[in-house]
């Protein structure tokens, strides 16, 4: 029988093909946060997922700036800008959810990186924080007062999303071995994990809720 989290949200973010083997911008062992996350699934009432979905002409890939190659930084209308491969353009196989992850019990998704002049790293906000994706209101009127995220990639938009959550007063956790990072730099992880916990998220391993199966 499974627990179900009172007030609480599991967030899967960006668990999507390129995200993984195989993908634009696959991140390594991407794939062994699926079974995970569907065990976890299994924990909550409320589940939202976050989706990178990028115009082709969007201002993160470095095949739309002439001369630039991935792993540049640019200006980009005045935020700095790593370049990233093309990834997660809409209506492409790329952008789509990975076929293992179930979607099933899912209340709503939240697409991201809509506007090609900025990127979007955050489920809430995109990195100017000029746009709302309509998340926080959404899980504030759901009554949410917990968020547990999970998915990838860890250093970018698992961060992000974890940082804003703590900003708009959610009780954020990251379920640690439901993600995992790209590490453009090797210690991007060890980072990404500091910078986290102190800001206030609250790391936990997925035992802590797979086996706390009492109701
Ligand atoms: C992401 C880089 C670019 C992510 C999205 O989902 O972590 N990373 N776009
Ligand atoms: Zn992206």
Redesign the pocket.
């Known amino acids: 029988m499974a627990m179900n989290l009172k007030n609480s949200a599991l967030l899967i973010?960006?668990v999507?093909n390129d995200?993984l083997p195989g993908g634009a911008?696959a991140?390594g062992g991407g794939e062994e946060v699926i079974p995970l996350i569907n065990a976890l699934q299994q924990h909550f009432n409320f589940i939202v997922a976050t989706q990178?979905f990028?115009p082709a002409d969007h201002g993160?890939f470095a095949a739309n700036h002439e001369g630039k190659k991935v792993g540049e930084v640019i200006d980009l209308n005045g935020l700095p800008q790593?370049l990233?491969p093309v990834?997660?353009v809409q209506g492409s196989m790329g952008v789509e959810f990975h076929e293992e992850l179930n979607p099933t019990n899912w209340t709503a998704i939240f697409q991201k990186?809509k506007n090609s002049e900025v990127?979007s790293?955050s489920g809430f906000f995109d990195n100017a924080r000029r746009e709302d994706t309509g998340l926080g209101d959404f899980l504030q009127n759901e009554g949410i007062m917990n968020v547990f995220v999970t998915?990838?990639?860890q250093?970018?938009?698992?961060k992000f999303t974890a940082l804003d959550s703590v900003s708009l007063g959610f009780k954020t956790f990251l379920i640690t071995d439901a993600t995992k990072a790209?590490n453009v730099n090797v210690s991007d992880e060890e980072k990404a994990l500091e910078e986290m916990k102190n800001a206030g998220v609250v790391l936990i391993e997925s035992s802590a809720i797979l086996d706390h199966v009492r109701i």
Do not use: R
């Open positions: 973010v960006d999507q995200f911008l991140v990178d990028h993160s790593f990233w990834h997660c990186g990127d790293y998915g990838l990639a250093d970018y938009c698992v790209v």
